[in-house]
């Protein structure tokens, strides 16, 4: 079982590696600074553990529960989230690098300082989350609500949001943030709400 597991590596710095994990139900555990290679989660119910300063290699969530579970600092290397609720997660300071996000629920997540290289974000619910201060390198997001989400101090030059909804985005005074983002006519006008410019 997985809180076993989890025990077991904490005793013995060891790490989780080529396992199978379906319909485990852990919350609130301390599950911190663990490494996980080639694991995968299937309808796994893991609300509000600690995965802090964790490293995932590899790995694979399918169909789980992760709400207001905590990955700060924690490093994700090609590995997979899919059809899965990540309300309330915090990632700060995490590195996702080669990630794919698919169909997820991902309100209210604190992406603050993270890293994005060469992930792929689709069809998926990020209203209202934070990506203060986010390093942004040839991610790819399509068809992701971000309304009302606080991209303070992101640069989004080159970053294509054009069949995103970005209704109400937060951002500096300076409006810095969406200098050179790729958006659609329509978007285009909602921005412009956003910077007062007046259409005629």
């Known amino acids: 079982m997985l809180r076993d597991e989890i025990i077991h590596v904490l005793e013995t ?17 301390n599950a ?4 996980y290679g080639h694991v995968r989660f299937i309808k796994c119910q ?21 709400s207001n579970c905590h990955f700060k600092n924690a490093y994700f290397r090609n590995c997979k989230f899919r059809n899965c609720k990540m309300d309330g997660c915090s990632f700060g300071s995490a590195l996702f690098k080669g990630i794919r996000i698919e169909n997820c629920s991902c309100r209210y997540c604190n992406f603050v300082s993270t890293l994005w290289e060469n992930t792929i974000a689709t ?16 991610p790819v997001f399509h068809n992701i609500n971000f309304t009302s989400a606080d991209f303070f101090k992101t640069k989004l030059r080159g970053i294509d949001l054009s069949d995103c909804i970005i209704s109400n985005l937060m951002v500096s005074d300076t409006y810095a943030e969406l200098a050179g983002v790729k958006v659609n006519i329509y978007q285009a006008a909602e921005l412009a709400k956003l910077l007062k410019v007046q259409i005629v």
């Open 32 to 35: 911190e600074k663990i490494m």
């Open 123 to 138: 069809d998926s619910n990020m209203e209202q989350s934070f990506f203060s201060e986010v390093t942004l390198k040839k």
């Open 13 to 29: 710095e060891t790490a989780i590696e080529q396992k199978v994990f379906e319909n485990e139900r852990v919350s609130g555990m």
């Open 46 to 66: 893991l609300p509000e553990n600690d995965f802090d300063g964790g490293e995932f290699v590899d790995a694979e969530f399918d169909g789980c529960d992760l």
